[in-house]
């Protein structure tokens, strides 16, 4: 496996190609992810939930996410690392910039934000400090409290017109890459076909550029699963082997399977 970079996901898109990314936040797990073939990990907020054993993401802190960056790093040196920006780091232009340095000096190749057109300024503020970024629509965690629960978004046409309409924007101000989350499969693959960036999907079903999961998720150690989850530890011989059979699934497209994906 060579080193991966934005570019190289961006030909995987144009070639059909579909990739794997997974969320690690530690040194030793990241070896695996790495040994598994695996293109890009997420440093994701859900650490908050997974790690700390909270209801939700939002107290994780920017320094929270800049010691896990840091684990991941030492851990393996090809696949394109992405860290989350957490609640509350990024309500101003200025605000954005400074907490994803402190991402980037920590070793993230690119940081990811969730929310839609709102956030054009700061991304093209990002993309002039040299700072790639990854948008997330659909359901975005950190304004569960908005959203009134963790609930497939989407399905109604005004809401699936708005979340294509913020996609297009947030590519438009420079964004790298887009996670949608928990949107209908006919509206993910809108998306994906309306974008020249990779789409990363997440109950978003099978037509979406690459796919995403959490890493307890998929090695069925969270004891209470979302629909799109399949379990990969089972029937595996290892964690690697569970990784390398969730890289082998994403890209031959078998999952997501139907059973995954929301209308």
């Given at each position: ?60 802190t920017i ?46 190749h690119m ?41 497939v978004q ?110």
């Amino acid at each position: 496996m060579s080193k991966v970079n934005i570019l190289k996901l961006l030909t995987k898109k144009q070639q059909h190609e579909k990739f794997a990314v997974v969320t690690c936040y530690d040194a030793s797990f990241a070896r695996l992810v790495q040994k598994a073939g695996i293109d890009a990990i997420l440093v994701g907020d859900s650490l908050g939930m997974v790690l700390q054993g909270r209801d939700s993401t939002l107290p994780v802190t920017i320094d929270d996410m800049a010691y896990h960056t840091a684990c991941v790093t030492r851990g393996c040196d090809q696949p394109l690392i992405i860290s989350d920006m957490p609640f509350g780091s990024y309500n101003s232009a200025q605000q954005c910039a400074d907490n994803a340095a402190t991402l980037m000096r920590a070793g993230a190749h690119m940081v990811k934000i969730e929310g839609g057109g709102w956030l054009a300024e700061s991304i093209t503020r990002l993309n002039q400090a040299g700072i790639p970024v990854c948008g997330h629509l659909g359901l975005t965690p950190q304004s569960v409290n908005v959203l009134g629960g963790y609930r497939v978004q989407g399905r109604d046409n005004d809401q699936a017109k708005a979340i294509l309409a913020d996609a297009l924007s947030l590519e438009a101000a420079g964004a790298a890459m887009l996670v949608l989350e928990c949107v209908p499969r006919k509206l993910a693959a809108e998306i994906t076909n309306s974008l020249k960036i990779p789409v990363i999907g997440i109950g978003a079903g099978s037509n979406t550029d690459a796919q995403v999961l959490v890493l307890h998720d998929l090695l069925g150690i969270t004891e209470k699963t979302a629909r799109f989850v399949r379990n990969f530890a089972d029937g595996a011989t290892s964690v690697e082997d569970a990784l390398k059979r969730y890289n082998t699934a994403v890209a031959d497209g078998s999952f997501p399977a139907d059973e995954h994906s929301f209308d």
